[in-house]
């Protein structure tokens, strides 16, 4: 395939935006393997808990500090840190502080990025629902959404679910 025929070049604020996804690199333009998407998070957000069943993910800190529960572990990442987030594993991210941050996540395959349309649909417009608009548009993706355990994340963190 020739360079013409795919997008080779993503510029700085090019990408189309949806609440709280920046679509940077599609599957198409990388053959399908994997796409790029950026997450800013405002203060103090929490995307909550959830597994992937059949997508792989690597996130890099672009700005600011992001917290990350992995499986049953939680930490601090820091701009430039890079988080591997294996199918299977349960994760969720917060911004603990009162300053913007703002990940690069990396999906294998690439096809993942239709779950992020349908969450940046549902996080654009949030209700008393959003959970259950969640759950079920994570079921359509092998994602399960773990809302059990936001309200101790939400109290130890000091932080607010996404959508609310």
């Known amino acids: 395939m020739q360079a013409s ?66 499986g049953e572990d939680e930490f601090v990442a820091e701009e430039g840190a890079y988080v591997i987030k294996p199918r299977g594993m349960a994760h969720a991210h917060w911004n603990p502080t009162d300053k913007p941050a703002r990940i690069m996540e ?8 239709s779950f992020f349309e349908g969450m940046g649909q549902i996080l654009g417009n949030p209700g008393p629902d959003t959970p259950q608009r969640l759950r079920e548009w994570g079921a359509r993706y092998q994602t399960t959404f773990l809302m059990e355990l936001v309200p101790e994340l939400v109290t130890r963190h000091n932080v607010r679910l996404i959508g609310s």
Do not use: W
């Open 106 to 113: 990396v999906s294998t395959p690439g096809s993942f990025e």
């Open 5 to 70: 025929d795919r997008q080779i070049l993503v510029r700085p604020g090019e990408g189309r935006t949806l609440p709280g996804i920046i679509f940077k690199v599609h599957a198409v333009d990388t053959g399908g393997p994997f796409s790029i998407v950026e997450h800013p998070y405002a203060p103090r957000v929490l995307i909550p808990p959830h597994i992937h069943a059949a997508v792989d993910q690597v996130s890099y800190v672009l700005e600011g500090t992001v917290g990350i529960r992995l």
